[in-house]
Structure formats: C-alpha cells, structure tokens
C-alpha cells in the first residue's frame, strides 16, 4: 500500500489508539473548551423540505472571503465536539465562515424531531443546507466531515452538489462499509464499543424523554451491546428490516459516489481502529475524487503534538485554498 507523506507525528504519538483518543479528549478538549468561550456563534434552525429541523452554528470569520464551511461531526458527535470547534478556530484564521450542523438527534436537538436519526438520513441534511446556502449569497461552499459526518458528506456532494453548488468536499476517515466498521468495533480495543454504545444508549433515552409514547423503554434497559440496539432499533425505527440491508444502504462501496461532479478529498489512516482502510480498494475509481492514505492518524486524530495539535486542520484548509487557486478567474 502507498502512504502519502505529508503527515508523519513523533514516534510518541504513533500509537493508533493514542490518536484516536486524543482526538475529542484531554488537552484537545480543553484547547476546545477555550475557544467555544471566544466564539460569537448565532444559534440556528434549519428547516428541509419535509420539515425536519436540523441545530446549527455559525461562526462568521472577521475578514470573511465569501466563502462557507460547512463542518459534519462524527456518530454521536456534535458542533460542539473537540474536532469540530478546533477546525472551526483554523478555518476562521483563515478567514472563512463556519457552520458547524448537528445531525438530527446529536448536541440538544432530540426534541426537534419525532422520528429517529439514522445514518441513511443525509437527504434532509442535504436538503436543510439547500434551505441555508439559497438565503445566503456566499461565492463559494464547501463541506467538509469526520468519521460518519464525512460518509454524509460524501453523499451529499455525490446527490446534492451541483445544485448546492458545492466547491468541494472533504472526508476524514469516512465508514465506507459500515458492517465492516461494526465489525472493527466489536473485534478490536473494547472500550470503542463500551464507549458508542453508551453514547447511542444515552441519545436513546434523551428522545424518549422527550417523545415518552415510543415506549421502547423494556428495550433500551435490555440491550447491552450495539449489536443488541442495531437488532432492536433498526426494524423497529427505520425502514429496513434487518441490519445488513441498513448498513449497505450507506456503504460507500462500488459506484455509489460516481456521480460526484466536484472536486473531493477522502483522507484515511492505515492504523485507524475502527474504519478498515482495506475498504477504500472497494470504492469504483472517480477521477474528480483524490483518496490520501497515511500510515498513521488512528480515527480522524492525525495529532502533531501532545497539546493535540491535529494536522488535518491545516490540511483541510489547504486542499480548501488549493481547489480556490485552481478555478478560472471568472468562477471565484
């Protein structure tokens, strides 16, 4: 396999799972903490065509460049997640403009919606955006995602793009076969399952809390893995009736992103423990699509130092400003 080499951290921090929980914990968190303290966010609501109402922040740079970032955390992340506000402070230095969007039932916005999240729902994120990006004027769009926030990207540059008028978009360690991921978490280092079950398990209870005639209470206290709450909750509250036929219906496998019309950048790491990066030989070849793999970087961590500094912050920014340079003048 062949590693790009832009990203090579100290010998100290090429432990995979160093990385990957270094990524949303300790000095990150904290570095995360003090910037949301800074920030001068406007709170929003955007509404898609069906009438989901989706949570969103906007961080609008000083000396703006007319250019929008859109940024979509990770399973049972949120706009709040360390990596999403560390990237967040990165792109405003730069001088563009954030919106940092929650998926529906992640941050404080289970009440928004009766229905569920599920990870097929990148439609009415696609479409909540269309709402945000057709009432603004910004010359220029692009998205940009970590872990599944990435798989949405993806798909929604492959089925939205063009009439979003998306610029570009970047994937940061994206699920490319979600069963293959399930497995990955069920095989590998147990505390990454202990830790999303209990994420999904709390999310759960958030929405029935809020939505107490979903009754599905008896379930919830029974389940005890997340393979226990993918068997009870995907025929029950989606509209697949088993979990294979849901998890490819998000897989990224095979032609799904041939109709990407835009220019987009899938960043992997050899040593992530929970995204087999054997799955990216798995995705038909698009010539608009550049895939980067590194030997190191564990889950979307990619940390150059021990006050986890990410470099795939900056490295967002520059295939950003690259994709800008390259249009013809009449374009930007």
Known sequence: MKYSNLFRPPRYLRNAHIQTILNSQGPRKLRARRILQRLSSSELILQAEDGTRLQAELDVALEGRSTLVVLLHGWEGSSHSSYIVTTTECLLARGFDVLRLNLRDHGDSHHLNRELFNSTRSPEVASALQGFVDSHDYEHVFAAGFSLGASFALRIAADRGVPLGLDGVIAVCPPVDPARAMDALNQGFFAYERYFFS?????????LECFPDFDYADDLAAAK???DLNRIFIPKHTIYDNVDDYFAAYALVGDRLTSLALPATLIAAADDPIIPVDDLGRIDAIESMRIEKYRYGGHCGFLENLAARSWVETRIVDIIE?????KPPAAR
């Open 322 to 326: 690259e994709t800008l340079r390259k």
């Open 225 to 227: 893995s997340l393979d």
């Open 199 to 207: 994420k999904w398990h709390q999310s759960l209870q958030r929405k």
